[in-house]
């Protein structure tokens, strides 16, 4: 009897989490279905399940836009701002982690609020002083200022992972005449490895998919994909099979690339807690 | 002769301490409060980008002006219901499929890497997508929504009753997974004895949760709270790209209303009083959810 109450939960369960995965899954296999659609299947009426698979939205994609630069555009921007805001942020998570100091903590909280700024509140003035310097329409104006919402938001997450470590060992190297630097990278930071994962990943991920940035301080040499999806459905002969098609460069990468990486995903932000 | 003063062991850390933590602090107040003021600053003037040399100091005038501007006061109000209606269902609906979850099986760790897809596609796919899926004409859902008369005959986004709740939804349906991972991360952190004593199933199991797991979880939620409720309170990729504000100002949010006033009409003084505010408000809320988290860490630390 125990044991068939037990079955039954464990189906209801098992019921309900596939019903919100179909609910959450369904839109982003609609948008990989309609890249291989002909373009009157996705307008027929009432719209259709069933169609014959066709590779001629991705043709059209390559002639009319420049995918490749697209490509390297948003690869150039995600690397480099993931990579200043790892240098920038880790080392400064860990100083806030390890100073025990009320007003450490403060100013590791005062980075969270960083990511609260609208951002057109820092678009506006910083697109007036790229333009002032003449680099307005280059990938570097957006790192530079990507790179600062992601280096507070990983400063953050490095403090709750750092704080987690206990300092006993790296204390034990430096009485054995360890450098305080390779009491960091030695001892510190390999045991702080998945939120170090966590804060590139978020990262990664928040800079390739940002697009308000570079709307505005790119130009058509230096955008990136998510600008260059954007431009694609303003053109009139844009069709939404085309859209699914860029979407498989936009999009499927840096969700293959989360999903590689899931387990790390949410550790950097709650390892603090309790 | 003296021997140079040697600093302590602590006093040397502290220094190397400061040392690695400055550079990412000069960074972050360079790019971030810099721009801060500048545009506190702006919003004080009468700046305009189409009238070059003519800024004059017109005191509280740009805020009076959002004030008394029907449009700026729908996008203030729209922007704290979206915050409040995405974060509260975000949090109802995350809880419980977080508490479904719980229990660790291979069923559970799969399924729980599937739901990151819907929070690592791009926002602006998201958007197009659901534009497509709703349009009233052809889209999937819109369609049948018009044919079984759940919405009007122009579509869910051209009723101003329906549009802000359907922007709702969508922020529903790519910010709950990331609800689910951060709560689920929680309770998987909760003491051993706790989760026992909570994952007996039967008569009881609703009353442990309530007194038990929630109080427990209280900075947990409070964080996912934040995360969530700072992102929200920026709604504009979806207003940009399925509503832009419409149908008469129904979707008229604050960073949107923002971003007309200063990249499109290049009034600056009026757009930095409108991110001040923005500001204001999200930083109230902020400090909030923050006093929570740090009065729940202090006494898990006692």
């Given at each position: 009897m125990a044991r068939r109450i037990q079955t039954a939960a464990t189906i209801a369960q098992r019921g309900a989490v596939v019903l919100a995965l179909i609910c959450f899954l369904t839109p982003v296999l609609w948008l990989v279905t309609v890249a291989y659609k002909p373009a009157r299947d996705v307008f027929s009426f009432p719209p259709t399940l069933l169609f014959t698979p066709t590779l001629a939205n991705f043709r059209q994609i390559f002639a009319i836009f420049d995918v490749p630069l697209w490509l390297w555009n948003s690869v150039l921007i995600s690397?480099?701002?993931?990579?200043?805001?790892?240098?920038?942020?880790v080392p400064a998570g860990y100083a806030l982690a390890r100073l025990r100091a009320g007003w450490a903590t403060g100013l590791a909280y005062g980075f969270l609020a960083v990511r609260m700024v609208p951002p057109v509140a820092t678009l506006i003035p910083f697109y007036l002083m790229m333009r002032d310097i003449h680099m307005l329409g280059t990938v570097w104006a957006v790192i530079l200022l990507d790179t600062t919402a992601n280096t507070a938001f990983v400063v953050w997450m490095m403090y709750s992972t750092f704080r987690a470590v206990p300092p006993e060992m790296e204390l034990a190297a430096l009485t054995d005449g360890c450098t305080m630097a390779g009491a960091f990278f030695r001892i510190a930071l390999p045991l702080a490895a998945p939120g170090l994962v966590s804060s590139a990943?978020?990262?990664?991920?928040?800079?390739?998919?940002?697009?308000?940035?570079?709307?505005?301080?790119?130009?058509?040499?230096?955008?990136?994909?998510?600008?260059?999806?954007?431009?694609?459905?303003?053109?009139?002969?844009?069709?939404?099979?085309?859209?699914?098609?860029?979407?498989?460069?936009?999009?499927?990468?840096?969700?293959?690339?989360?999903?590689?990486?899931?387990r790390y995903f949410v550790q950097g932000l709650t390892r603090g807690l309790h | 002769m003296p021997r140079p003063r040697r600093l302590l062991l602590s006093q040397r850390r502290r220094l190397f301490f400061v040392m690695i933590g400055v550079p990412a602090a000069a960074y972050v107040a360079a790019v971030t409060l810099w721009p801060l003021t500048q545009g506190l600053v702006d919003s004080f003037y009468d700046d305009s980008l189409l009238r070059p040399g003519r800024d004059r100091f017109t005191g509280f005038d740009n805020y009076v002006a959002m004030v008394s501007d029907p449009s700026a006061r729908r996008a203030l109000v729209n922007t704290f219901a979206f915050?409040?209606?995405?974060?509260?269902?975000?949090?109802?609906?995350?809880?419980?499929?977080?508490?479904?979850?719980?229990?660790?099986?291979?069923?559970?760790?799969?399924?729980?890497?599937?739901?990151?897809?819907?929070?690592?596609?791009?926002?602006?796919?998201?958007?197009?997508?659901?534009?497509?899926?709703?349009?009233?004409?052809?889209?999937?859902?819109?369609?049948?929504?018009?044919q079984w008369g759940i919405?009007?005959?122009?579509?869910?986004?051209?009723?101003?009753?329906?549009?802000?709740?359907?922007?709702?939804?969508?922020?529903?349906?790519?910010?709950?997974?990331?609800?689910?991972?951060?709560?689920?991360?929680?309770?998987?952190?909760?003491?051993?004895?706790?989760?026992?004593?909570?994952?007996i199933d039967g008569?009881?199991?609703?009353?442990?949760?309530?007194?038990?797991?929630?109080?427990?979880?209280?900075?947990?939620?409070?964080?996912?709270?934040?995360?969530?409720?700072?992102?929200?309170?920026?709604?504009?990729?979806?207003?940009?790209?399925i509503t832009k504000g419409g149908p008469n100002d129904a979707t008229n949010v604050l960073m949107f209303h923002a971003a007309k006033l200063?990249?499109?009409?290049?009034?600056?003084?009026?757009?930095?009083?409108?991110?001040?505010?923005?500001?204001?408000?999200?930083?109230?809320?902020?400090?909030?959810?923050?006093?929570?988290?740090?009065?729940?860490d202090a006494r898990a630390l006692d």
């Open positions: 690397f480099g701002t993931t990579a200043a805001s790892l240098l920038l942020g990943l978020f990262s990664i991920m928040l800079s390739w998919n940002d697009f308000l940035y570079p709307a505005f301080l790119t130009n058509a040499d230096s955008k990136p994909l998510a600008v260059g999806l954007l431009s694609a459905y303003g053109t009139k002969d844009i069709t939404w099979g085309t859209m699914g098609a860029l979407a498989h460069f936009s999009t499927i990468p840096i969700v293959l690339v989360a999903l590689a990486l899931n | 915050t409040f209606a995405a974060v509260a269902s975000e949090l109802l609906l995350g809880f419980a499929l977080a508490l479904l979850l719980w229990r660790d099986s291979a069923f559970n760790r799969a399924s729980l890497s599937l739901l990151l897809v819907p929070v690592t596609v791009t926002p602006l796919a998201v958007g197009l997508v659901f534009r497509a899926l709703l349009a009233p004409e052809f889209g999937v859902i819109g369609y049948w929504a018009v919405s009007g005959p122009r579509g869910f986004f051209a009723d101003t009753a329906t549009a802000l709740p359907t922007l709702v939804g969508i922020d529903i349906w790519e910010w709950t997974p990331l609800m689910v991972l951060i709560l689920l991360a929680g309770l998987k952190s909760l003491p051993h004895d706790v989760m026992e004593a909570a994952a008569a009881g199991a609703a009353q442990r949760l309530v007194r038990i797991v929630v109080p427990l979880m209280v900075p947990t939620i409070s964080l996912a709270c934040l995360l969530r409720a700072m992102d929200a309170f920026k709604l504009f990729d979806s207003v940009f790209i200063g990249l499109e009409f290049f009034d600056i003084g009026a757009a930095s009083a409108v991110s001040t505010v923005m500001l204001l408000c999200v930083g109230l809320l902020s400090f909030g959810f923050i006093q929570l988290m740090r009065r729940a």
